[in-house]
């Protein structure tokens, strides 16, 4: 499963969650969804941390971190 997929499944979950809970459907659906809920934002961070879709550039030496959508020379720091 992918990371698109991983985010959007969540938010249809969380968005039921608030759903059942405006309207007072079930307490017992709604407490079982709260204790699942931090397992699944877990999966959902590991999944975006883990996800490898997108080649980034090996930073050069002396290089700690950097920025993709901009130029080196125009961040005016070095």
């Not at 759903?19 to 931090?38: C, D, H, N, Q, W």
């Not at 996800?51 to 980034?56: G, H, I, L, T, V």
């Amino acid at each position: 499963m992918n990371t698109k997929a991983a985010v959007s499944i969540l938010t249809i979950y969380l968005a039921c969650y608030i759903i059942i809970f405006a309207t007072g459907y079930s307490i017992t659906l709604l407490a079982a969804m709260f204790l699942v809920s931090p397992f699944l934002i877990c999966w959902m961070v590991y999944k975006v941390l883990k996800d490898d879709s997108f080649k980034y550039p090996a930073l050069g030496q002396n290089e700690e971190w950097g920025y993709l959508d901009k130029d080196k020379n125009d961040l005016g720091l070095f």
